[in-house]
């Protein structure tokens, strides 16, 4: 007979396996999401100035966060979330978009992809740092060797498809804010669901966004002349890589945890490839390819030494 205790403790363990595993399909249909961010962007930036576009985006999702809000009736956050939900603000809504819509100027949706590939990376050391959480030598050695990976992608000009150094530091200057603002907003999920945070992230920027897109648009669109693909992009970089995509991603990273549910964000690079050269025609260079390939498999070696050893499911 097999006691109760262990029964219980047995399903208790399968509970927790079947929400990360529901936590990780969560987290990949916001990679999916997200996967669209780079090549949407560089359409929009031929038919608006950047700044507009970064601006743009955030009043489409704080339109849209304002109605479920109002519909849904939340309360306003607590006084001691403020700072993490600003915090993801200045990464989500003006760090990431900015200096994006900025590189993708001058390079390639392509080239882009091969250096935000070190996302997971960064989101993850920057966990590491800020949790004080220890962690073994591989991850330092993993860290290492991806990150030279990807300086020698960017001297070497990425086999001169789409290499520009001001491009490449724009790009990981966009990194940096956008793995900050995934921690400090994942801290907030803790005490409320995902697409509250994002919500108020986009509500809270609104009294900036909202007459910054006014303005930007009244100096520029005279110099500008928007076609319906750039207008389409802009929409969907407001509703899906601004809004909704955050919506799974937070639940998935809830349910999975950070480490495990960040883990997905290694497709991220090669769907943005694919959604290049499908939607854009940009021709992706083997070297590319193989650049971001390298990157993944150091990003999934560090993860892999971050993570704890458990037990597996019986």
């Excluded at 490449?168 to 669901?193: F, H, I, N, Q, R």
């Excluded at 549910?261 to 290049?276: C, P």
């Excluded at 083997?286 to 050893?309: E, G, K, N, S």
């Amino acid at each position: 007979m097999v006691p109760r205790g262990g029964q219980a403790e047995r399903g208790d363990l399968t509970d927790t396996w079947e929400r990360r595993r529901e936590g990780v399909v969560y987290a990949l249909l916001g990679v999916v999401l997200f996967s669209f961010s780079v090549p949407l962007t560089k359409i929009a930036v031929e038919g608006f100035d950047p700044f507009l576009t970064a601006m743009g985006r955030a009043v489409i999702a704080g339109a849209l966060a304002a109605v479920l809000v109002g519909w849904r009736r939340v309360p306003l956050p607590p006084r001691n979330q403020l700072r993490p939900l600003l915090v993801t603000m200045l990464g989500a809504v003006f760090g990431w978009p900015i200096l994006l819509a900025l590189a993708l100027q001058r390079t390639t949706a392509a080239h882009a992809a091969v250096i935000a590939a070190f996302m997971p990376l960064t989101t993850a050391l920057i966990a590491v740092l800020r949790t004080r959480e220890r962690v073994s030598s591989q991850f330092w050695v993993a860290s290492g060797a991806g990150t030279a990976a990807l300086v020698a992608f960017a001297l070497s000009r990425g086999g001169a498809e789409g290499g520009d150094p001001v491009a490449d530091a724009l790009v990981v200057g966009a990194v940096v804010a956008s793995s900050w603002c995934y921690v400090e907003g994942a801290s907030v999920t803790k005490t409320m669901p995902g697409w509250q945070v994002i919500s108020w992230v986009v509500l809270l920027a609104l009294p900036i966004t909202l007459p910054a897109t006014v303005a930007i648009w009244s100096a520029t669109h005279a110099h500008y002349n928007p076609a319906s693909g750039a207008w389409t992009s802009l929409v969907l970089l407001g509703v899906s890589s601004m809004y909704l995509g955050f919506f799974a991603w937070y639940r998935g990273l809830a349910l999975a945890g950070i480490a495990r549910g960040g883990q997905v964000q290694q497709l991220q690079a090669l769907l943005t490839l694919v959604w290049s050269a499908l939607i854009l025609r940009e021709h992706v260079t083997r070297v590319t390819v193989l650049a971001a390939v390298v990157v993944i498999v150091c990003v999934l070696w560090a993860q892999r030494a971050r993570l704890p050893a458990e037990a597996a499911p019986q």
